[in-house]
């Protein structure tokens, strides 16, 4: 099991691919693969899902995101991060809806507890209301 402060799906720090269920990133070439099949996906995008995959199953706060995955501030009302969270479920095609607005936030609510997880993440469907919309 990946400790607290490793990405979810790493449990090697020296590892090179992060992962969780069908979507795995290789870190080192930004190849993303889900479901066997790669995926092409911008820059912004792909940072983005690294940042929720690394803290899958809990809420990032839309400012953190625009701090360490934008590296800007935004106005509240910017539709930046919608926009890159509109390429990102794209990209994901079926495994978009596991990019969820939560609360103050965004998450990524993995499908199933087949992969290791630890009690505090929780999956997709502990969330009912998740995947119903911005």
Partial sequence: MAS?????GVSDPA????????VSIDLITDRLV?????RH????????????LARAGRVVARGE???HVLRAHHRPESSTLRNHIADLREALGE????VCRLRDGWAFLPRDAAEP?????????EFPDARSGE
Avoid: F
């Fill in 4 to 8: 607290r402060s490793s990405p979810v």
């Fill in 15 to 22: 590892a090179r691919v992060l992962a969780l269920g069908p």
């Fill in 34 to 38: 889900v479901h066997g099949q790669e």
């Fill in 41 to 52: 996906i911008g820059p912004t995008p792909l940072r983005l899902l690294k940042y929720l």
């Fill in 65 to 67: 995101i625009e701090r």
């Fill in 95 to 98: 495994e978009g809806d596991c």
């Fill in 117 to 125: 997880r630890s009690e505090n993440m929780p999956t997709a469907s």
